[in-house]
């Protein structure tokens, strides 16, 4: 054990020795001041990370000429000297970034003719010379992003012509040459993002025809010449976003077959040519968000087969009709921050492939049955922030979402906004009773009762005829009770008579009739005539409504008549509106008329009475208690049998008996056989 142990001490010591000896980079952090003359012979990278070195000396490697890379990250360095790197025939890669370096003196890279990759990003650098990078000629990326740089003289690229990728982005750029760029015939990469150009010049990707990513986004481009990218058939990505566009011409994409990204977006597009996309057949991603677009041409994007991803959010849609057609491989779709106020089932019929549907922060009252119903592999859904109306009509839409709620991915922030009783409630927290419409009110016309009274001396003469009461009913708007009592006359005449003419006002509601029998009365008088003018109260709701009248008393005096006439109606229901035909009746008599409506109570949509809920859980106690009972019979059943296997297969493992054995005696025998000379010995 102690030798093992020993040899295991040995080996650690032997495989770090070797570790340090085949070291290849060495880390210098925020306790280095200045940068070391000498390094270990296998020292290929050197990093300096939050260090304190302020300069960067000339000729501050020239001892350590096998380095391939360095890199200052974070330093406290202002300044480069001129032929800080010089000696360094095998350097490759440098970065400098996050440092307070200003200014960049030709010459500062002098005689790096290896130099592949050069990283200055997030420093303080303001110019870039001509013949900064003359002795650079194999230098493939460059990357110049987050400085301050506002001017670029011309030819300064012009002995670059291995560049691959170029990235000038965050700057404080105004203005480029037309020809800066036009020794860069390898270039792939371009990037000039983010800085302050207000226009791209003619020309300037003449020169570089194996673009295939052009990034001049977020700059202050008020206008794209359609003739701008000549070399249309190798570029992939085309990024125009956040700039000053209004107008696109219908060529600017022609040819452009390989292009598969293009953002347009947070610019000030109010309409796009049908024709813009015809040849981007290509196109899996496309964003146009965030613009002024109220409408897009029916089947603008019926070329883009290939698309998967297509923005449409914070522009001002209302109608989607016939926008998406051709695009059967959409799996996801932004429409949020528009003006939709209704959707159809056939607006997303044809995208089979969509996955992803973000409706949220838009217009939306309801949404019919079947919309979501074409999209069979929809997995989330947005529809926060719309201004749901919480009545019958949201009803399909409500099962849909109560079935599916995994699918929506902003289930607590889709809340009512009418009815007033509801506004502010989690869709999914109703219930279908609450989500019911209110009663439409029908308009009705009220005409006067006009009743003329005559009196006259005249012989009394008394008829009674019956005479049929129709009764016309409407809805219920409001509870009214109306009571109205005939004045008491004592009349001393021979023969009284009384015309009633009355005109019914009309309505369009369900219609109810009641027959009531009524006398008809004829009085002729001398007296003044007396006008009576009624008005009938409008309802609005459907009732039964129940006449009584009460039998007629006739008495028939020869001398001096006395009639006393007492109308009394009494109404209690919700306002009525009646259509009377007053008869014209004959008689002298005491006549007595009640009419009693009663309305009927509705029970709730989904209630239930108590003792249907007792019967029906009586039944269900019945039917459990019965299962119950003949499953303990069952497990009883089953003991028994499982005990009388047990007791049988116990009596047949009894095939012996026990017996004592209380005596051993030992016998010895001898047998000799005289045809075969064997002994045989048995015990």
Not at 86 to 93: A, K, N
Not at 602 to 622: K, V
Request: proline share 5%; net charge neutral; with cysteine.
């Amino acid at each position: 054990m102690t030798i093992f142990l020993y040899f295991c001490i040995l080996l650690f010591f032997i495989c770090s020795s070797a570790t340090e000896h085949n070291k290849t980079t060495e880390l210098f952090d925020k306790n280095v001041k200045v940068i070391p003359e000498t390094l270990g012979d296998t020292i290929i990278e050197v990093l300096f990370v939050d260090s304190q070195i302020s300069v960067i000396p000339k000729g501050a490697f020239s001892k350590i000429p096998q380095l391939k890379t360095i890199n200052f990250l974070k330093t406290l360095t202002s300044s480069i000297e001129e032929g800080a790197f010089e000696g360094l025939d095998q350097l490759d890669t440098i970065e400098i970034s996050g440092t307070n370096v200003s200014s960049l003196p030709v010459g500062v890279f002098k005689d790096l003719t290896n130099l592949q990759k050069l990283t200055m990003k997030s420093n303080k650098i303001q110019k870039l010379e001509n013949g900064l990078f003359h002795d650079t000629k194999n230098l493939a990326t460059l990357r110049l992003q987050e400085n301050q740089i506002s001017t670029i003289e011309e030819g300064t690229f012009d002995y670059s012509g291995n560049l691959t990728e170029l990235n000038l982005a965050k700057n404080n750029l105004t203005y480029i040459s037309s020809t800066l760029f036009s020794k860069l015939n390898k270039l792939r990469i371009f990037r000039l993002h983010e800085n302050h150009l207000t226009s791209m010049p003619e020309g300037i990707f003449n020169n570089l025809p194996n673009l295939n990513e052009i990034s001049i986004h977020t700059n202050r481009i008020t206008h794209i010449q359609p003739n701008l990218f000549p070399h249309k058939k190798t570029l992939t990505t085309l990024l125009l976003d956040n700039n000053l566009l209004t107008n696109l011409s219908s060529e600017l994409f022609l040819g452009f077959t390989l292009l598969k990204k293009l953002t347009l977006n947070h610019n000030h597009l109010t309409a796009l040519d049908p024709l813009l996309f015809t040849e981007t057949l290509n196109m899996n991603q496309l964003f146009l968000n965030n613009n002024n677009i109220t409408s897009l041409p029916a089947g603008i994007f019926q070329s883009l087969k290939q698309l998967k991803k297509l923005d449409l959010s914070s522009n001002q849609f209302s109608d989607l009709s016939n926008l998406f057609v051709g695009l059967e491989k959409l799996t996801e779709l932004n429409l949020q921050n528009n003006l939709i106020e209704s959707l159809k089932p056939e607006d997303f019929a044809r995208l089979q492939s969509l996955s992803s549907l973000k409706l949220d922060n838009n217009k939306l009252r309801f949404i019919p049955q079947d919309v979501f119903g074409s999209l069979p592999k929809l997995k989330k859904i947005y529809l926060n922030n719309n201004t749901w109306h919480c009545d019958c009509n949201l009803l399909p839409m409500y099962k849909w979402m109560i079935k599916n709620m995994e699918k929506i991915k902003s289930s607590f922030n889709e809340v009512c906004e009418y009815p007033e009783d509801l506004k502010g409630q989690l869709l999914t927290s109703l219930n279908e009773a609450q989500l019911i419409c209110p009663t439409t009110i029908v308009p009705t016309t009220l005409l006067p009762t006009t009743t003329t009274l005559l009196i006259s001396t005249a012989f009394v003469a008394t008829t009674v005829t019956d005479t049929t009461l129709p009764l016309i009913t409407t809805q219920i708007t409001t509870q009214t009770t109306v009571t109205t009592k005939s004045p008491t006359t004592t009349i001393v005449t021979t023969q009284p008579t009384t015309v009633q003419p009355t005109t019914s006002p009309s309505t369009t509601a369900l219609m109810t009739t009641v027959t009531t029998p009524s006398p008809t009365t004829t009085i002729e008088t001398t007296q003044p005539t007396t006008t009576l003018t009624t008005t009938c109260p409008s309802t609005t709701e459907f009732l039964t409504t129940t006449a009584t009248s009460t039998t007629v008393s006739t008495t028939i005096a020869t001398t001096t008549p006395l009639t006393t006439r007492t109308t009394e109606q009494t109404t209690t229901s919700t306002a009525l509106t009646t259509t009377l035909a007053t008869p014209s009746t004959t008689l002298r008599t005491f006549v007595s008329t009640s009419f009693s409506t009663f309305q009927p109570q509705y029970p709730g949509l989904f209630s239930c009475s108590l003792a249907d809920r007792a019967s029906s859980c009586m039944t269900l106690l019945i039917f459990y208690t019965t299962l119950l009972a003949i499953e303990i019979c069952c497990t009883a059943v089953l003991a028994k049998f499982t005990y009388t296997l047990y007791c049988l297969l116990k009596e047949r493992e009894k095939h012996y008996c026990t017996i004592s054995l209380t005596h051993f005696s030992y016998t010895k025998s001898i047998t000799l056989n005289p045809l075969q000379e064997t002994e045989s010995v048995a015990l």
